[in-house]
């Protein structure tokens, strides 16, 4: 009985000292547990503990391996002056050699060294050869006075640790070349920090995140960096390593979306770290709400890709940019799978401030690519909310859409070029309305959406006289046009009618001659449209114009005849 409950007394205290050493241990991993000092004395403790270990074998197999005795003598009359010499020059040559390579990197590589430093590998093996060449020097000492024979060490030193130091440099050498490489760098920094990602989820790590110097510590390591990626995207000249690091962000984000579920809700309270990180300074008076919705982290990653995108725009990187929009798409997508509300609203935001950029973008360099290839991802995730049946957001970007549209056509006046962007606006709500009507919304909620897409542009309202009021608005009109013959084709001619009705506002101001000249040149484009443009875009050389139902554009000038009324738009039509 009292063995009993001694052995039970005794498991209950060894499982209370494992938790408490999981806590610890996690606690030093999160307070900075690996860096620059503790690794440095890891690494110089275990080399010593590992040459003194070598150095003891090599004394037993010398005593056991009698056929070797004779030699020994021999080898207690070589000369050592050479050893530590050879020791510094190989020390030497390897340092300088890292040292130029790494400086040169540092120029456009911010924060290399500390890299460099932090690596295991270096570490080992800057300790050896400083392990080496003191190993070579004690033997020296110990050779010349003579109070110890210890063939074994010399013998060690000379043939063993000298040549392995010696064949190791050059590969060594190559092995950093490799490591400082921007690639390599920025791959780096995302095996780190997905790796602290995971260590979120873990249980021991959860009791840390009660105690704040450890959630503080965890926020920096984290918010650190990322704010490194947004250097190296600021820094580096080329596009595969901004490719890189725009596409490592994004899959950083949504690994931790769908991590953040097993994460212990206090890892989410504030810290220091957070307030005084850059991309929250003037966020202070919405540091309350991102602390109660959990989202400073994608704050933090979707504040650095629109702040690369705006960097972007400018550098007039279209495909890079129009990645950014992509990655926003893709960290959407997971969000929506995960029914992750607070994550989609921030999507949306950032969706809706990036047009705002390539608005502002397009108007002063009379540029509309970027636009247009950001549109089509916004349209991309819209499609996502309604697969997913997440309603109320899609009508709301589908607002949104009409919104930036009419801002579109009102700058047209100062960059022309936003005129095709308008066009875009349109074929993209046009795509999502027929994608409603295939996953059966109700007719209601379709004719809502129709209106907005009526009040996309507005009717000219320039001088009638003017050349340019023909081509004004013309291919917003053909888009409609073309929706109203779909809705014919499936059965819906009220929703015609209603884009019908829409039309005689441009015939009130046109008037009946060139109304009707648009018209007529609108039934001719649809009829002739062909599936692929002739030229290629950044989204290929899909034409935005075509569409399949051109057989209904009889019955669509029959309904336009019928909703017009006959004493004043008659022979206009």
Not at 146 to 151: K, R
Not at 158 to 164: I, T, W
Not at 375 to 399: N, T
Request: with cysteine.
């Amino acid at each position: 009985m009292v063995r009993q409950l001694f052995k039970s007394v005794f498991l209950s205290v060894l499982m209370a000292l494992s938790q408490i050493l999981q806590v610890l241990f996690n606690g030093l991993a999160f307070m900075g547990w690996g860096s620059l000092v503790q690794r440095m004395v890891i690494t110089a403790i275990t080399t010593l503990l590992g040459l003194i270990a070598l150095d003891r074998a090599s004394f037993l197999a010398w005593q056991r391996l009698s056929w070797i005795e004779p030699w020994g003598e021999a080898w207690l009359r070589l000369d050592l002056g050479f050893a530590p010499e050879i020791w510094l020059a190989v020390i030497g040559v390897t340092l300088g050699t890292l040292v130029i390579a790494i400086s040169i990197a540092a120029q456009n590589i911010p924060k290399i060294t500390e890299l460099y430093m932090q690596d295991w590998f270096s570490l080992f093996y800057m300790w050896f050869l400083i392990g080496g060449g003191c190993h070579a020097v004690v033997v020296k000492a110990i050779a010349e006075t003579q109070v110890v024979q210890q063939p074994s060490s010399l013998a060690l030193n000379v043939y063993v640790l000298l040549p392995a130091a010696v064949l190791m440099a050059v590969p060594y050498v190559f092995y950093v070349l490799r490591s400082i490489q921007p690639t390599t760098v920025i791959e780096k920094i995302c095996r780190r920090h997905l790796q602290r990602l995971l260590r979120l989820v873990s249980r021991s790590a959860h009791p840390s995140f009660h105690q704040v110097p450890v959630r503080e510590a965890c926020h920096r390591e984290l918010l650190e960096s990322l704010n490194q990626l947004e250097n190296l995207l600021e820094y580096l000249a080329f596009k595969e390593p901004k490719l890189q690091i725009i596409q490592k962000l994004s899959q950083l984000l949504q690994a931790f979306i769908q991590l953040k579920p097993k994460i212990d809700p206090h890892f989410f309270e504030g810290s220091e770290a957070i307030r005084t990180d850059v991309s929250f300074q003037t966020m202070m008076d919405r540091f309350p709400m991102q602390q109660q919705r959990n989202i400073f982290y994608e704050q933090k990653v979707f504040r650095l890709l629109g702040n690369a995108y705006a960097q972007l725009l400018e550098e007039a990187s279209f495909d890079l940019a129009a990645l950014c929009g992509a990655e926003v798409r893709r960290v959407g997508a997971v969000a929506i799978a995960l029914r992750d509300q607070w994550v989609i609203d921030l999507v949306v935001v950032r969706f809706n401030t990036m047009l705002r950029f390539a608005l502002k973008h397009g108007v002063n360099n009379n540029e509309a690519r970027n636009l247009y290839s950001l549109i089509f991802h916004y349209r991309g995730f819209i499609e996502d909310l309604i697969h997913q049946e997440e309603r109320q957001k899609a009508r709301e970007c589908f607002f949104y859409l009409r919104r930036y549209g009419n801002e579109a056509y009102a700058l047209g006046k100062l960059s022309p070029a936003l005129y095709f962007i308008v066009d875009v606006f349109a074929a993209e709500m046009r795509s999502l309305l027929m994608l409603v009507h295939a996953q059966g919304w109700p007719l209601g909620t379709q004719q809502q959406l129709l209106v907005e897409l009526l009040k996309i542009d507005s009717p000219p309202q320039s001088d009638p006289l003017s050349t340019e009021l023909k081509q004004l608005n013309s291919g917003v009109r053909t888009l409609q046009i073309s929706l109203a013959l779909f809705y014919l084709d499936v059965d819906l001619p009220n929703f015609a009618k209603q884009i019908a009705e829409d039309l005689l506002d441009d015939f009130r101001v046109l008037g009946a001659p060139l109304f009707q000249e648009t018209l007529q040149g609108i039934y001719e484009n649809l009829q002739n449209a062909q599936p692929l443009f002739w030229e290629d875009t950044d989204r290929g050389n899909e034409n935005l114009y075509y569409t399949t139902h051109a057989q209904h554009i009889g019955s669509f000038k029959a309904l336009l005849m019928d909703a017009t009324h006959p004493s004043n738009t008659h022979d206009g039509l």
